[in-house]
């Protein structure tokens, strides 16, 4: 296993991200990457990995899907994702609004760090967002108390069909304790592979209401 570790490497040689190809808003990168993850069949191109910190201090990371991308004349940009308010995560943005997410495209050899200040959307767009959301999925943001311990499966499962005969045929609310989140972002960090591990790292910090370029060394 251990040497199966050590020689486990390959070239990166997908693709090039030059100074050239940059946008004024980092928000117009991230978009297109996403859309070109698309087009290339990339299961689950939304998914990122979401970072917070627990009151010890410690970095926690969770894979969430990102649901909404706004991009506000101000360049003030949202990125938008959805979870229970009572969940670890939730209290852990509740006591430090500060936190990063990550995109990784392998297939593509790309990967976006985004790091900035989270904030609870409004609870009309919540229920807006949650009217869309499949039946079983909103009976579960019900039944499920995220986050916390239950007995077993069993016992999970007892509850979804407890919420499930008590909404009957009829039309589920947003829960009071599930909503958005949006982060509001003031750092991206845009990797690009490249061979012999000089990779391309391009980072755009957030300076007044513009956005400052820079690269770094891989």
Known sequence: MTDTLKHSR??????????GDLPKNPLDLLMSWYYDAVDQG??????MSLSTLDVDGFPVS???LLRDI????????????FT???SSKGGEIK?????????FWQPLERQVRVRGRFEKISAADSEAYFSTRPRESQIGAWASPQSQ??????????RVAEFAAKFGAGGIPCPPHWGGYRLVPDMFEFWQGRPSRLHDRLRATRRSQDWEWERLAP
């Open 84 to 86: 229970n308010y009572e």
């Open 10 to 19: 390959r070239e990166f040689k997908k693709g090039v991200l030059l100074e």
């Open 70 to 81: 706004k991009k506000l004349e101000s360049e003030k940009n949202e990125l938008i994702f």
């Open 62 to 64: 969770r894979i969430v």
């Open 149 to 158: 311990k239950v007995g077993s499966r069993e016992a999970l499962e007892g």
């Open 95 to 103: 006591a430090c609004p500060k936190g990063g997410l990550l995109f």
């Open 42 to 47: 990339v299961a689950d191109a939304n998914a």
